[in-house]
């Protein structure tokens, strides 16, 4: 089996459970507006979906902002291609998630955490093959973090919408994963049987 396939059938197995787990009223602020009792509104959410907006509108600002670093800079047309469609697709996943964030009244990061933006500092000072290596495993990283931040919330958070989009976004997200380590192998020389 592919590493591939092998990430589709992981992400299949994680939607059944995810999708019988809609909602975790675990870590509800004390003025929750509730619908009835012990059932919360239309957009109330729990600790896990603030802390999950928080980082996941980081995580995807980063991609964007890299990305067109990395477009900008690369002289790898596989490298460019990934960079721009990190630039298209977390893109659209940022503006969804900011629908949702406004929706459910959680503020969200405007500019890079230091964490990307020191990132962003060292890929600046990089040229050629160090620049593409760098950045594609740094890509590798943040979408390995972003897979598991993704099935956390769908597991654990309490807003229905939210945890939809991550379950949307997560088969994405491993595509970027599985394509970051192509593209890494390649540039690496690595060869696969």
């Not at 012990?38 to 928080?54: E, I, K, S, Y």
């Not at 964490?115 to 600046?124: G, P, S, T, V, Y």
């Not at 994963?177 to 890494?184: S, V």
Request: hydrophobic share 45%; proline share 4%; charged share 25%.
């Amino acid at each position: 089996m592919s590493r591939f396939a092998g990430c589709y059938l992981a992400t299949a197995l994680l939607a059944v459970p995810a999708a019988a787990q809609i909602g975790n009223p675990a870590g509800l602020d004390a003025d929750t507006r509730m619908a009835k009792p012990g059932v919360p509104a239309l957009h109330q959410t729990n600790n896990q979906d603030r802390l999950f907006a928080r980082l996941a509108a980081a995580g995807g600002m980063a991609e964007v902002e890299l990305g067109k670093l990395a477009a900008g800079k690369t002289e790898t047309e596989a490298v460019k291609e990934f960079a721009n469609r990190m630039v298209t697709d977390h893109g659209t996943a940022n503006d969804r998630l900011k629908q949702l964030a406004e929706a459910s009244k959680m503020p969200l990061p405007e500019k890079l955490d230091a964490e990307h933006a020191a990132i962003r500092k060292r890929l600046q000072s990089l040229n050629g093959k160090a620049f593409d290596l760098a950045y594609i495993k740094a890509q590798i990283v943040d979408h390995q973090k972003a897979s598991h931040l993704l099935q956390w919330e769908i597991s654990s958070g309490e807003d229905a919408e939210l945890q939809r989009y991550a379950a949307e976004i997560l088969p994405r997200v491993l595509l970027h994963l599985e394509m970051a380590r192509n593209i890494h192998d390649e540039l690496a020389g690595v060869v696969t049987q």
